[in-house]
């Protein structure tokens, strides 16, 4: 499939959201306009003011009063259909949009099947695409055969998706590589056995499983007869500034209040197991560079792609240590402490949790690691450090004046 070229236009869904806004924003980078899937006229607003606020910020189109986002209003993207209208004349689609973990949904299906019905919808409306599209002028309005000619508007190349890692990531004693390869079948058998007592975040492993299967599914299904592709793209958890401004800490994007309520903002002794469990991390804006490599590169169509830095403790990011049980001995032998190098400049005079909390190696999980020879392969990515993702979160902070 040829790559997307500057200038097209690309719809991307859950624009409002933590990875979709800088999706965006990376996007408009590129000199591409963007049709943004949003819920409400208002949202759109909201969406457009802060991408144009961060791009004047962050050294774009300096005193632009406009940006080439087109909010379009979808308030059930799960309904048949949502997207058979916006998704015409587009060249490329990036789907990020999907459930994130609520503990206050006790039906698993309640996450998993908007996941799957949301991912199918945008497939099945570029599917249909082709026969919606509207027709050259030596063709009859009506009636039209389905191998009919159709015009320019119709050129859609590449739809992105949104996965994870927890898609292919399985608990497992010992350490372990995770690749491409793997599926994380055992969260999907959880909520098969444990219906609504299952945990929130093993509900939503199985939907990002089952999403993600549907689409490769479908689009084996109907490869034949569509001249687009689609390419995965796999994240670890999601670090990093947003573009939107928080009201406050409570306000924070799921993966980044995790990373603020660990490391910066504890109100208790932060829970070991959280601390300790070892995984994958992206900075925001490089996982935002990663869709649309994806997007661009033509070698990542029909690919599933695993996007991390590396893997971490929580405990990296601050000053917490690791100590062995019986001979008190120090099994992490360096102190990073990001978070208080990096908060001297932004919040001075206030120091962040350090030496407070002692991890025992029992207490300590088993460690993964995730293969990224195929990201590095195709898309290449050059990743942003630990140092750079907390010194750039605390600026983003101060500058928006998130209390401590």
Same mark, same amino acid.
């Given at each position: 499939m040829s790559p997307i070229t500057s200038p097209s236009t690309i719809l991307v869904t859950g624009g409002t959201g933590y990875l979709g806004a800088q999706v965006i924003a990376t996007v408009l980078a590129r000199g591409h306009s963007v049709k943004a899937v949003v819920r409400s006229t208002e949202k759109g607003a909201s969406l457009k003011y802060d991408l144009l606020k961060h791009i004047n910020e962050e050294g774009g189109k300096k005193d632009s009063d406009d940006v080439a986002v087109e909010s379009v209003v979808i308030a059930d993207i799960v309904k048949d259909g949502a997207f058979d209208e916006v998704i015409l004349g587009v060249d490329a689609v990036v789907h990020v949009a999907s459930p994130v973990p609520n503990p206050s949904l006790t039906d698993p299906q309640e996450t998993i099947q908007p996941a799957i019905d949301g991912t199918l919808g945008v497939l099945k409306s570029a599917l249909r695409a082709r026969y919606l599209a509207p027709l050259t002028k030596?063709?009859? *309005?009506?009636?039209?055969?389905?191998?009919? @000619?159709? !015009?320019?508007?119709?050129?859609?190349? +590449? %739809?992105? %998706? *949104?996965?994870?890692?927890?898609?292919?990531? #399985?608990p497992?004693?010992?350490? +372990? #590589?995770?690749?491409? !390869?793997?599926?994380? #079948? @055992?969260?999907?058998?959880?909520?098969?056995?444990?219906?609504?007592?299952? !945990?929130?975040? *093993?509900?939503?492993?199985?939907?990002?499983?089952?999403?993600?299967?549907?689409?490769?599914?479908?689009?084996?299904?109907? +490869?034949?007869?569509? @001249?687009? !592709?689609?390419?995965?793209?796999?994240?670890?958890?999601?670090?990093?500034?947003?573009? @939107?401004?928080?009201?406050?800490?409570?306000?924070?994007?799921? #993966?980044l209040k995790l990373w603020w309520d660990s490391v910066i903002e504890p109100s208790s002794k932060p829970d070991v197991m959280t601390l300790s469990i070892p995984n994958g991390w992206v900075d925001v804006r490089d996982i935002a560079e990663a869709h649309v490599r994806a997007m661009e590169t033509a070698e990542a169509g029909g690919e599933r792609i695993i996007v991390s830095e590396g893997t971490f403790f929580l405990n990296e990011w601050c000053e917490y240590r690791f100590i062995h049980e019986r001979t008190k001995a120090y099994l992490n032998p360096f102190v990073v402490d990001l978070a208080n190098k990096a908060g001297a400049e932004f919040y001075p005079g206030r120091t962040f949790p350090e030496g407070t909390l002692e991890t025992t190696k029992d207490e300590l999980a088993s460690e993964i690691y995730f293969n990224t020879a195929k990201e590095k392969r195709i898309l290449g990515m050059k990743y942003r450090t630990k140092e750079e993702t907390t010194r750039d979160t605390l600026r983003w902070a101060a500058e928006r004046n998130l209390k401590l």
């Open positions: 030596h063709e009859p *309005t009506l009636n039209y055969p389905l191998s009919s @000619q159709r !015009d320019s508007s119709y050129k859609l190349k +590449r %739809i992105v %998706i *949104t996965s994870s890692v927890a898609a292919l990531w #399985t497992s004693p010992g350490a +372990r #590589t995770f690749s491409e !390869d793997d599926w994380n #079948t @055992q969260y999907v058998s959880e909520v098969e056995r444990l219906g609504s007592k299952t !945990d929130p975040m *093993t509900v939503y492993g199985a939907s990002k499983v089952m999403a993600e299967k549907a689409a490769w599914e479908f689009y084996n299904a109907h +490869r034949s007869e569509v @001249q687009w !592709d689609i390419s995965v793209i796999n994240p670890s958890l999601v670090f990093g500034p947003a573009i @939107q401004p928080p009201k406050s800490a409570s306000d924070l994007p799921s #993966t």
